[in-house]
């Protein structure tokens, strides 16, 4: 079994950065996961933010490009999320999540809710303006 844990989140303003982290435990074989950043707000679907493969293709959001940065580090099991120029509208819940196993330098980034098989329980971020 895979278990997933978010951190940092919280209050911030308009134009403030945030760096949201992920630690991935229970398998040793945490490179061959691809892992995703989703995020969710009341009445709206779940969207995927940023993904990493596990070759370390990177997939991201068109609202987020160029803001946003994922990355992974195998030796501490940790995926991050640095979110920068943040807007009110990027407040939402923020889950991170992992999919596979794929080989370990596969190129396979999914981008669909349901490819994730193993979920954190999502963290906060709200943006005031």
């Known amino acids: 079994q895979v278990q997933v844990e978010e951190s940092g989140g919280g209050l911030v303003q308009a134009g403030d950065s945030v760096m949201l982290s992920c630690v991935v435990s229970?398998?040793?074989?945490?490179?061959?996961?691809?892992m995703g950043w989703f995020r969710q707000v009341p009445g709206k679907e779940r969207e995927l933010v940023a993904g990493?493969?596990?070759?370390?293709?990177?997939i991201y959001a068109d609202s987020v490009k160029g803001r946003f940065t994922i990355s992974r580090d195998g030796a501490k099991n940790t995926v991050t999320l640095q979110m920068n120029s943040l807007k009110p509208e990027d407040t939402a819940v923020y889950s991170c999540?992992?999919?596979?196993?794929?080989?370990?330098?596969?190129?396979?980034?999914?981008?669909?809710?349901?490819?994730?098989?193993?979920w954190g329980q999502g963290t906060q971020v709200t943006v005031s303006s």
């Open positions: 990493i493969g596990s070759g370390g293709i990177t």
């Open positions: 999540a992992a999919a596979g196993p794929f080989s370990p330098y596969s190129s396979n980034v999914p981008r669909r809710v349901a490819e994730y098989a193993y």
């Open positions: 229970g398998r040793r074989t945490f490179d061959k996961y691809a």
